[in-house]
């Protein structure tokens, strides 16, 4: 039996449920992997704080240096959110020669380039399953369990937030605003919802896993991203009267011209398995030159989820396992750069709703456009006309080049044949 | 970048995945993990046979002494079918000190104590990704990813083959005969079915799953086995009427009187997301202690899928990360025993179908005796009456113990209220 001391930075809901499980499964890591594993050292701002757990045999203190200077101590779990005194501590837990598992999306989409270049320069490493879809095991499925393919696709639902926020709004015919206060009341939302409500959460998860599967370095910033906060109660009806859902949907594709990388609410056919992840639930569908579909689901959130996935890290750098893999993979090292493609040669299915007057040859003007542009319809629903005489009809289409079917929708709505700018959204 | 000569015995299916895969992507796992993965030998009972596809600079021989003697090839890919053949030939890579790479299920189940104890004494290791679930990492799931989670339960649908016939039962209203020849006439069942269609092989998947999640053996012939070949066509209109599509499930739960194990048709209401794992798909369903529910889905079966799983596990063997994880984790060498929960005491959610005359007293005749044994109705649907006037009555229970719920079927059955015996299944 080997000890394995742990350093925690961090004690807040996922570094309690590392406590948690360590306490009441320490025995388990021995049984199943011969590894003692203990927190000896929890390094939090708030030493004092009356917490609903306790730390054990743990040291409690709010100095790094504690943690830094303990020889005993090989692996720190970086439990620190935000990217500014979060990067400071893992650089220094780096420096100080710990290997590092953290589960900051947000540092290792913004800063991972120059934290893995000095973790490979102190020969350690970074582990970092928790990072995306809380206790899915992804990371290692892409890094591992796939590695004999080309990666072909990649679709997530990765932010819990949204998808329960979409998820009341669909089943439940909620407004966004209630449908949001109920998430934050549950604790499926912050108090400050934005990172996760405007796509920015999701947008570093995809980066983070199109690092993996496309061997490159990923501009975060350069990643498209629309969130869900503008979707009205109009939109997810409208999804339904197509047979879709509305899943906020992170895409990596790799194609000829580039690779496509976009965060953006997404009608999901019923018929596609991603549209039956629902609730607070995240699903990954990665599509593999030889595997084909394989889709993941699970909780993407939440203390022991998220501390699932960070002990599994653990145990895999205290057998060696992942210094071994990590290494030989270059998997967050490669310098290459990945081209992406320009969002007007992206080729999609795409939504549209036109809000139109209930006068004849207004049906055939709109399909008229489209088909000068090469749109063509995948299905259609038109509503009977409101008291106002307006109707909308609405339409997705077969996969077409963006530019040519947003050409096609602005000319539409400069004909005149639309009383209401046309709302348009992806479909996949 | 390091030579890794790969040995395989079986150029069928799946062994011509690999081959492809080999062929068009050996670069691939020089740029990923630094391995030149090469086929150097085949052995096959037919070399001289005309295939698709060349063997490429591999020796091509049906003696296994080539392979055997060979130093360079540490590393054998066991495709062989069966378990008389199957079994002698892994034994001998074994005993050459070569580690073995097999899909073989039954191989597994039935001999996997013998051929593990062998591979420990000789320093070497069995990988196994591609006998559960194809091209779905569960495996490394189970093993790794979950590994600081008890296991509380496994449902899986583990056979495409049952699968597709089911999902063709559901969806095209086919009988089983129509909807099996037409499986069979696309590639996805054999031309004998019998060892899919009546549930062996989904035991012997599943012996393997929870061999690894509850870490003790597993005598793969007490696990309760019940095929779909008995299913009718009323069976499956019975289940879309309580809101269930039938799949054949493979069950592990463990619980304070032994672990309840088997495979089963089994109603799996519509809104668990196992019951739109259709068509030839795999699907696992795992309950963790700290992650929760994951589900995975993918391809449990076919050349590329397969390949792509035997391929993990040689870039795991190559790197030696397996060596290490697999001896560390005694995953299939605990001597432990798992003790089973006899049938009689069970708890599960139950189906039945009373085919009853139409007339007074008879549903209160029924719902009595079930009250009686503590069974408690969770939805029922009673259909009109055929012109000779009998109706159908279909239940389904909560949870009961399978000896209470048996009991009041028995005696519903004798109190000559029913016109045929009772048909009953499971309910997840």
């Known amino acids: 039996m080997e000890r394995c001391a742990l350093g925690l930075i961090g ?18 890591f021995v049984d199943r992997c011969g590894l003692d594993i203990f927190v000896k050292t929890i390094v939090t701002r708030t030493p004092s704080r009356t917490r609903s757990q306790t730390a054990g045999d743990a040291v409690v203190t709010d100095q ?17 959110g935000g990217t500014t005194a979060a990067r400071d501590l893992c650089v220094a837990c780096l420096k100080a020669g710990k290997h590092v ?6 540092l290792l989409a913004e800063f991972g380039d120059e934290l893995f270049a000095l973790a490979a320069e102190r020969k350690v ?3 970092f399953e928790a990072a995306v879809a809380g206790g899915i095991p992804i990371i290692a499925a892409l890094r591992d369990g796939l590695v004999a393919n080309r990666i072909e696709a990649i679709y997530g639902i990765l932010n819990g937030t949204c998808n329960y926020i979409l998820s009341r709004m669909t089943e439940d015919g909620k407004g966004y605003t209630e449908a949001l206060k109920e998430a934050q009341e549950l604790g499926y939302a912050e108090a400050d919802p934005t990172l996760d409500v405007n796509g920015t959460d999701t ?8 690092r993996i599967a496309f061997h490159g370095r990923i501009p975060v910033s350069e990643i498209r991203c629309e969130g869900i906060d503008k979707l009205t109660a109009q939109d997810i009806a409208s999804a339904k009267n197509l047979g879709a859902r509305i ?23 019923n018929d596609h398995p991603l549209a039956h992840v629902s609730k607070n639930y995240n699903g990954i569908y990665v599509l593999g030159s030889a595997a084909g579909p394989t889709l993941l689901v699970g909780q993407g959130a939440g203390a022991l989820p998220t501390a699932s996935a960070v002990l599994a890290d653990v145990v895999d750098i205290c057998t060696g396992s992942y210094q071994n893999t990590a290494a030989r993979f270059h998997f967050f090292t490669s310098a290459n750069s990945v081209p992406l493609l320009p969002e007007a040669d992206e080729v999609t299915c795409s939504y549209a709703r036109f809000a139109v007057p209930d ?40 996969a077409v ?24 959204l992806r479909r996949l």
Chains 1, 2 share one sequence.
Do not use: Y
Request: aromatic letters at 2%; hydrophobic letters at 45%.
């Open 203 to 210: 947008a570093h998860k995809l980066a983070i896993l199109a």
């Open 11 to 28: 004690w807040g809901t996922v570094g309690g449920g590392v406590v948690e499980i360590l306490q009441r499964d320490r025995q388990l």
């Open 359 to 398: 006068r004849p040859g207004i049906l055939a003007g709109i399909t008229s456009e489209l088909n000068k542009k090469g749109v063509s319809v995948l299905n259609m629903h038109q509503g009977t006309p409101n008291i106002q005489g307006q109707a909308l009809i609405e339409i997705c289409t077969h």
């Open 64 to 80: 790094i240096d504690v943690l830094l200077r303990d020889k005993e101590i090989r692996t720190v779990i970086h439990l620190v």
């Open 247 to 269: 899943k906020l949907l992170a895409v990596a594709k790799p194609g000829p011209n580039g690779l496509e990388l976009r965060v953006a609410p997404t009608l999901i056919p």
């Open 401 to 424: 080049r963006s530019k040519d079917f947003f050409e096609a929708i602005n000319t539409i709505d400069r004909l005149n044949i639309t009383v209401r700018p046309t709302v348009t």
């Open 125 to 127: 490493t970074i582990a």
């Open 101 to 106: 598992v953290t589960a900051n999306k947000a």
